[in-house]
């Protein structure tokens, strides 16, 4: 097991169970009444299901950044995370988002989105343009499921719905339940192994296109993993708890001077890395004393904004 | 052991291009800008698809071969020289291996010390310079221990003393049987360092020959455009051009 490796999973290993305890309500097992429940309806699967969509996320930033050779890719440039928003904003608008609905509905738009990509993207005969086509597809498609989304928003029928697809949006975990972690989960697993199959060739694109294909990688066979994987990933990330942004971009920048740097050895750390982010921002979302809780996705966009800044500013100085 | 392309055709590039490479040998290809130098060599290393012909690699079609199998036995050095993360040169050189799948230690440090890289082995390939650079990503190639090895002008914005030590390598290899195929635009590195030398002009291979023969005056003169004359003896020549 690598450094980095050892590291983020010992940190998850403490987290998790401090996790459980924080919140509005400080749980101490012997005293509060209802622990028990309160514990295992309520907080278990919450921090499971954070461990679960922020490892996801991360591994799916590592990898596109692989995939692109550049360290500012994020996985919502394939337009996934849109795609899945539009989905679940679409059962908002036409009233039909129950706990289920919801996430189904993401999960098709999630879906709807990578067989657009890979059938705009995936014909490609050079591979030379095949990466700047697939970025700028999956830029379109992202536009596009934006747009429909501001006009299911502004077409909402009533407050009420205008009202629940800006919060659903705005990314969170309250609430949710082993259902929702049922369903995120084995498509996550699913995700991460083809995310993982994918780290030789993330490695060998390192040298280029034409030399990672001297090499015997296979262009359709790399991007088909790459667009399962962070479909699966990130599109059963967002159906069940909206769009949480940053957490793909960033983490893969913690964690790359901790490895050697090549893309298979950022995948695995970035994913223990993202489930300790996202379940550490749950947290603050839960113990901070506002009148209602503070949005996950708002948290981490706050958090993570300055933070990259500051890490820009360090590379600039050339620290880093 | 033969790499051969019969009479390939990429439209616009490579116009019916017959050749048949041996091991054993460095040939170099030579050729004026847009000559189709590079486009040849992707297509002999089964980087391309042509739209005509067939290249063949100990008579069976490379295109039909397995891409792991192809990158076992043709290591290809491309001319960007690009490394998008900054590996050390060990994780660099060990990307040689992916085709087979193995650790490949042995193959590793052999190719380090071929390219007396060995010392750098933990460096940062940020820390490196142009030369050593262009060691590191030829020790790459080494390492996959390929029988062919296909270079896009490998010596390219290198030092005089580097270029030599490249060439010393890629020598050493062709030593060993493998057979080295340079794209070169320095027709004095062509004349004393290759076994043989092909020039191409508009897609189309005008000449396939020993150096002496292939880059005679005259072809010089109908392909380049260049009034030139060779100095010195066989294998230390120097081209002076202008009357």
Known sequence: MSRANLIFAALLIIAIPLSLLAGRVWVDPGVTPNAAAILAELRLPRAVLAVVIGAGLGAAGAAMQGYLRNPLADPGLFGIAPGAALGAVTALYIGVASAILLPLFALVGAGGAMALLALIAGRTSSPASGIALFTLAGMMIASLAGALTSLAISLAPNAFAMSSIVTWLMGALTDRSWTDVMLAAPLTLAGLALLWLAGRDLDAMTLGEDAARSLGVRPSRLMALLVLGTGLTVGSGVAVAGIIGFVGLIVPHLVRPLTDKRPSSVIVPSALAGALLVLVADVVCRILPLVTELRLGIALSLIGAPFFLMLLLRMRRGLT | ?243
């Not at chain 2, 396939?208 to 004359?229: C, G, M, N």
Request: hydrophobic fraction near 50%; charged fraction near 20%; proline fraction near 4%.
């Open chain 2, 1 to 243: 052991m033969m790499l051969e392309a019969r009479a390939i055709t990429i439209a616009n590039r490579l116009d019916n291009v017959t050749t048949a490479l041996k091991h054993g040998e460095i040939t170099a290809i030579c050729g004026p800008n847009g000559a189709g130098k590079s486009t040849l060599l992707a297509a002999l290393a089964g980087l391309l698809d042509v739209d005509a012909g067939e290249v063949l690699l100990d008579r069976d079609p490379l295109a039909a071969l397995a891409p792991r199998k192809r990158a076992q036995a043709i290591g290809y050095l491309p001319q960007s020289g690009q490394v998008a993360w900054d590996v050390s040169v060990a994780s660099l050189v060990a990307l040689g291996r992916l085709p087979h799948g193995d650790a490949g230690k042995f193959a590793i440090a052999s190719a380090l010390a071929a390219t007396a890289m060995s010392d750098f082995a933990k460096r940062p390939v940020s820390t490196l310079s142009g030369g050593e650079k262009a060691r590191a990503l030829l020790a790459r190639v080494l390492a996959g221990t390929p029988r062919w090895i296909l270079a896009d002008e490998p010596l390219a914005a290198l030092d005089l003393s580097h270029q030599l030590t490249l060439l010393k390598v890629l020598r050493a290899q062709a030593e060993n049987g493998v057979g080295v195929v340079l794209v070169v635009h320095d027709l004095a590195v062509a004349m004393n360092h290759a076994d043989r030398v092909l020039v191409l002009d508009e897609g189309s291979v005008v000449d396939d020959a020993q150096p002496e023969e292939a880059l005679d005056v005259a072809t010089i003169a109908r392909v380049w455009s260049v009034d030139a004359r060779w100095l010195g003896d066989a294998g230390k020549r120097a081209l002076v051009t202008g009357s």
